[in-house]
């Protein structure tokens, strides 16, 4: 048995909740440590980090929920987990004033917990994703989730926003906790009997997570998968942090201008996203591997013309082609992870979450390395070029990485096919 409509909608709904949690952090609190408490900027970045850094585990939950016989659990312990680490890092934030010592102690303690607990729900909830989603349907399963985490995030960057005007700590923690509350009802009444519906659940003896994870790198399309999600998400994250003072120092963006033109960028997202979504499961055009493409050849394209914006050849105003880039970013993302489900399930059997896990940890190593390497870059060409011509070399080599991530993805996902049934059968 396999999910039906309803069924993927509501794991979506835990998705949601993840993205939720998780804006409030690496956004809402670095705002207040740096503006509120005037804290260096590198504070936040490097708890950021750490964040990042912790998902390494993700390939031992995933074998946790290979092997336990109930990836629910851990979907619910891991968002426990995370809604308890964000109140933890809200009120390390309230102590900065007065114990800064403590403060910081306590907030690497509530930033590690953050990401073992993104590491044990985000992995488990993939791998359950993966085990129970028909092939046909893997594309609109991809584009259903991560359009409701991008919402969950928009939402609740919103709503906290307005709610924490004007800003004091028992304010911050009232809105902390009734966001990391509800995503915590949330997760336990969307996961709610689905595995027990689904019997997918089947206990098997133990094996050493070390060797399970060596016949797993063993596996061909798995190591070469590993390697293309660490290839094109570094050329994914490499424009995160330069792309707001690109806007502001070569095109005067003033700082709400520069927010708005982030707000845009993810607008394009979520179009793109939803374009994959209706053609490859609603329309069956195109294969995952070609959208893969299309989004990394579109996403180098439009960089290319970023890149030349920036020393005069304005080949049409920044915020179009910036809508443009999320619009092939969007495109590229939900078929990586439509593929990813695909090929989770190729292979030895019951190692759907090892391998989720595997590729969640490449992911995890590219953003912190891609968006830390994007930045130092700029930093190092503005030594010896005018900014426009400094953050467009970086734009360039990004650019580059999409085109090598292109023709990696034409090799590695050769077997995923095309979806070959329709996507929606009326009373699911």
Known sequence: MQLNWLQIMRLGLVQMA?????????????????????????LPGALVGLHYGIQLTRPRWGFISDKGGNRTRWIIGGMAVLALGALSAAFAVTLFASTPALALGLSLIAYAAIGLGVGASGTSLLALLATTTAPERRAAAATITWLMMIFGIALTA????????????ARLMSVVAVVVSGAMLLTILATGRIEQGLKVATQEPPTPFLEDLREIWAEP?????????????????MQELILEPYAGLVFGFSPGASTQLSGAQNGGVFMGMLTVGIMATGLRRGSLRVWVTAGCLGSAAVLGLIALN????AFAPLTP??????FFNGMFAVAAIGSMMALASDGRKRREGT?????????????????????????LFRLSLPDGAAFGAVFTIEAALFIASAFMAMHVLGRTSAPASPALVPGE
Do not use: K
């Open 18 to 42: 993840l993205g939720a949690i998780v804006v409030l952090t690496t956004s809402t609190l670095n705002r207040l440590m740096v503006v509120e408490f005037a804290l260096p900027a590198v």
């Open 158 to 169: 919103g709503l906290a926003g307005s709610f924490l005007d004007p800003y004091s700590p």
């Open 221 to 237: 399309h798995a190591r070469n998968f590993t390697l293309f999600v660490f290839l094109s998400m570094n050329a994914y994250f």
């Open 310 to 313: 920036g020393i005069g050849a």
């Open 321 to 326: 082609l910036v809508v443009g880039l999320g």
């Open 355 to 379: 391998r989720m896990g595997l590729w969640g940890a490449a992911q995890a190593i590219a953003a912190g390395f891609g968006g830390l390497a994007g930045a130092a870059a700029v930093d």
